[in-house]
Each structure stands twice: as C-alpha cells, then as structure tokens.
C-alpha cells in the first residue's frame, strides 16, 4: 500500500524548534521527488521545501529558507523537516507529497498540487506563547 503518514507536529513557543517525519511506504525514493507544504484555513497549499530522489538535492521556499532543512533517512523510507527558529506565521497544518521525478539530483518546488500523486494527511504544528 503507498502511503505517506506525517508526524511530530505540536505546540511550539516562538524560537522554539520542531522536527516533522514523513513517513512513506510503497513506494521507491529514488522514484520520487518529496515536498513539504503547507496550509492555513482559507488560503492556497504553499510548498516550502523538497528533496530530489537521487539526493542530496534540494530547495526551500523564501518563507522559511535559513530555517527549516529537509532530510531523509538513510534507508530512504523517512522524509524528515526540522524546522528550528519558528515563528507564528509558520502555524499551519504540514503535509508532505511525492511526485514522480525518476534519478534526479536536484530539485523544485513545483506548487501545482496535480503534480503530486501521493499526500500524507497532515500534521498541525502550533507556534504560539
């Protein structure tokens, strides 16, 4: 079964750190870009970060560039996004993405959701005093 299931999301205070786990199964990394977006009530999916397939490769948005890092796991199973310095403008609920994106070492974000065939269902992360 392909599933992609995030977690490690919470209640942070402001400058406080979180790290959000996307777990993935069925489906083979080298395969598939990975994205983290992530989503308010009442606004569009922003993609802030990915990571190729082939790695190292990967972007960030301007939102949370110097910040927030990207990683997987040496067995390729886990896609991982330490967010450090958060801010509550970074409140929202995190999801990752696949999208097919067969040996490539570098990565985009691509903001068009249609691309992606494969969405975990979301993690709330919380920065607030």
């Known amino acids: 079964q392909r599933q992609l299931v995030e977690s490690g999301g919470g209640l942070v205070q402001p400058g406080g750190s979180l790290r959000l786990s996307c777990a993935i199964s069925?489906?083979?990394?080298?395969?598939?870009?990975v994205a983290w977006f992530r989503q308010d009530p009442g606004k569009e999916r922003e993609g802030i970060s990915c990571?190729?397939?082939?790695?190292?490769?990967?972007a960030y948005g301007d939102s949370v560039k110097g910040r927030f890092t990207i990683s997987r796991d040496s067995a390729g199973n886990t896609v991982y996004l330490q967010m450090n310095n958060l801010k509550p403008e970074d409140t929202s609920v995190y999801y990752c993405?696949?999208?097919?994106?067969?040996?490539?070492?570098?990565?985009?974000?691509?903001?068009?959701?249609?691309?992606?065939?494969?969405w975990g269902r979301g993690t709330q992360v919380t920065v607030s005093s």
């Open positions: 069925g489906l083979r990394l080298t395969d598939y870009i």
């Open positions: 990571i190729s397939s082939k790695g190292p490769g990967t």
């Open positions: 993405a696949a999208r097919w994106a067969p040996n490539l070492s570098f990565c985009a974000i691509v903001q068009d959701q249609r691309r992606y065939a494969y």
